[in-house]
């Protein structure tokens, strides 16, 4: 043991690890302000939507299926003008929203904005040891109404956790 | 009112990050090093963990991460680091580090003497789950129940692994001396 203390004496002594270049210090220090604005804006969006989160949703599926309805009387409707020669404006106009049923999507998409590996996790409680990944995922989609200009965006933020369980050593 | 204090407490949250990699950003900076071939590289590895370890303690009032915690992190990233790279990337890796030969990962400069040189080269040698320990006991500042936490193994697998390698260091600075004697 004795021997061993001396050999670590002469790591510690001998032996001077280099350290990170001042650019790289530089180069964290923006990451850490990069990722402290991120964090914290996203943090006041929340918080000013905050009680209200959730009448939004509520409202914001109303709006996708009511997006979703108008956009199926539209492909209707488009079909039997294509094969009639004409209809009567009026029966036309009392079917019709205010907000015309010709909206057009300009966006749908299901991306993924980061992965992030927490690496093998051994539970304290006996548990199956388990890789773990948690991908931060946006769905967002985005109509527009021709006729007044109004763009809807919906887009859902969201966390997906994916374990997978070490089943070998 | 509300921005304001959001703002303090964003700046807080900096500083007490910026603070802590000013603590420990040399340590991550050893550990990444002995895991790879060069000083670019390694750096590259501590920006990634640093990210991932930001996302985790999201959840945890962003606070710093423990230190096994940004080795374990750490680790992770050097292990699909490695896998990137790819075999043939290595080798063309291998070959710019024997030009470069200021980028060790020890500092040469401050070598007194030959047992320095000797130890550097010999602890370089040692086998890559030994170096590691020797690495996170000495000059990572963990014990060998962090180290153990780090490793995910036992901390008796991690003291073993520690002796073995200060014994294996002995035989070759004892093998050294007995050179220069006779």
Redesign the interface.
């Known amino acids: 043991m004795a021997?061993?203390t001396s050999?670590?004496e002469?790591?510690?002594r001998?032996?001077?690890?280099?350290?990170?270049?001042q650019e790289?210090?530089d180069?964290?220090?923006c990451?850490?302000?990069d990722?402290?604005?991120a964090?914290?804006e996203s943090?006041?969006g929340d918080?000013t939507a905050g009680s209200k989160s959730s009448n939004s949703l509520r409202w914001a599926w109303k709006v996708a299926a009511a997006i979703t309805l108008l956009a199926a009387l539209a492909v209707t409707r488009q079909a039997i003008l294509s094969d009639s020669a004409q209809l009567p404006q009026l029966a036309v106009s009392e079917v019709t929203p205010q907000t015309g049923p010709d909206f057009v999507v300009l966006k749908s998409t299901h991306q993924i904005d980061?992965k992030?590996?927490?690496?093998?996790i051994?539970p304290n409680d006996g548990g199956t040891?388990h890789y773990r990944f948690?991908y931060?995922v946006t769905d967002e989609e985005q109509v527009r109404d021709p006729k007044t200009g109004t763009i809807i965006t919906l887009r859902q933020p969201r966390q997906e956790v994916h374990t997978i369980p070490v089943t070998q050593f | 009112m509300a921005k304001k204090s959001d703002h303090e407490a964003g700046r807080h949250c900096a500083t007490a990050w910026k603070d802590w990699l000013k603590e420990h950003g040399s340590r991550l900076y050893v550990y990444a090093r002995q895991r790879c071939n060069n000083r670019e590289d390694a750096e590259d590895m501590i920006q990634d963990a640093l990210v991932r370890l930001w996302g985790y303690q999201e959840e945890r009032g962003n606070v710093p991460p423990d230190l096994p915690l940004a080795y374990s992190v750490l680790r992770f990233v050097a292990m699909d680091h490695g896998k990137k790279k790819g075999r043939k990337k290595r080798k063309e890796e291998a070959i710019i580090y024997l030009h470069d030969r200021d980028d060790y990962w020890l500092d040469t400069s401050a070598e007194e003497d030959d047992e320095a040189e000797v130890l550097r080269h010999a602890v370089a040698g040692l086998g890559e789950k030994l170096r590691e320990v020797v690495t996170l006991k000495v000059w990572g500042g963990l014990t060998f129940v962090q180290i153990a936490e780090t490793m995910a193994i036992s901390p008796n697998t991690a003291a073993s692994r520690y002796r073995y390698a200060l014994e294996q260091l002995k035989r070759k600075l004892e093998t050294l001396k007995g050179e220069r004697l006779g």
């Open positions: 021997d061993n050999i670590e002469k790591l510690l001998k032996l001077v690890p280099n350290d990170l270049s790289a210090k180069r964290l220090e990451t850490v302000d990722l402290v604005g964090s914290f943090a006041r918080a980061a992030e590996n927490d690496g093998l051994i040891p948690r931060r």
